[in-house]
């Protein structure tokens, strides 16, 4: 039998390191830690090592398509498919921060997003029966989905919008933020919350994908929040570690077989949340 495989985005570091420590303890297989620098990722490769850890490391960025293949087809030809897909690679701006609301709306979108929903044509096809599939989003997602308009939170709920319709409309909020019309658009005014949103909405029709195209797989896709954590992005106020913040997103990791729910949920806590 080939060897188990876990594969976390964006973890050299906050939650992402957490979750590769977590895995590395839990996990029966082999964890990858992933990271865009590959000096960043092989420290962090030699904190966890001294821990009595021994995850594997393998570069990636999420922005960059080439990346995302090259990395798909490592997975492919070493292990044959990959059982566990963490997307946690995201960014947030300050309050502090002086960049303009359009070009935080372009970044933050770019890799909360569109990034995530690069990745998953080409691993989701790799996801072998049994495999579980978390995309690390936020309760901010679902704040923002609150105060979007009436128009645009009947869409992001529908039971029929598409990948493609998501996309478009995640276009169109970094479009308007671009010209300063967001607000009239229907938008709320949190470029964080919307890229989570659509994150969130992105698992859903994955899931709901997934359903119909592999029955009998078994494959469970979510969404969570781990919650307000203590890391670069989030400061130092945050009531969590970032090892309690790893709870959540390693509890649907590590589903037991046979397991049929959650699958398209949003979990937060451990518990699936209202979306």
């Known amino acids: ?130 495999g579980r599939v978390v995309n690390v989003s936020s309760s901010l997602g679902s704040n923002a989905l609150k105060k979007c ?6 869409r992001l709920r529908g039971d029929d919008i598409t990948e493609d319709e998501l996309a478009g409309l995640m276009q169109r909020f970094v479009d308007e933020a671009e010209k300063g019309e967001h607000k009239q658009g229907g938008w709320p005014d949190t470029v964080y919350g919307v890229s989570k949103m659509g994150l969130t909405v992105l698992t859903v029709i994955q899931a709901r994908r997934l359903s119909k195209e592999r029955p009998n797989d078994g494959i469970l896709v979510n969404a969570c929040c781990p919650g307000w954590v203590r890391t670069d992005m989030a400061g130092d106020k945050a009531p969590k570690s970032p090892d309690e913040g790893a709870i959540t997103p390693v509890y649907l990791a590590l589903l037991p077989p046979g397991a049929t729910e959650p699958h398209g949920k949003f979990v937060s806590d451990k518990e699936v949340q209202p979306w």
């Open 1 to 130: 039998m080939s060897t188990r495989v876990a594969v976390v985005t964006g973890s050299n570091k906050g939650i992402g390191l957490a979750i590769v420590r977590a895995l590395c303890r839990l996990f029966q297989g082999d964890v990858y830690l992933t990271a865009r620098d590959l000096g960043r990722g092989e420290e962090a490769i030699k904190s966890l090592s001294s821990e009595g850890l021994n995850p594997k490391f393998h570069q990636l960025d999420v922005n960059d398509l080439n990346s995302i293949r090259a990395t798909a087809e490592y997975f492919k030809e070493k292990y044959g498919g990959v059982d566990v897909l963490i997307n946690n690679a995201g960014v947030a701006f300050k309050d502090s921060d002086p960049s303009p609301f359009a070009v935080q709306a372009e970044v933050t979108l770019k890799t909360n997003f569109f990034a995530a929903r690069d990745m998953l044509p080409h691993f989701l096809p790799l996801i072998r029966p049994g």
């Open 149 to 154: 308009s009436s128009d645009l939170q009947q």
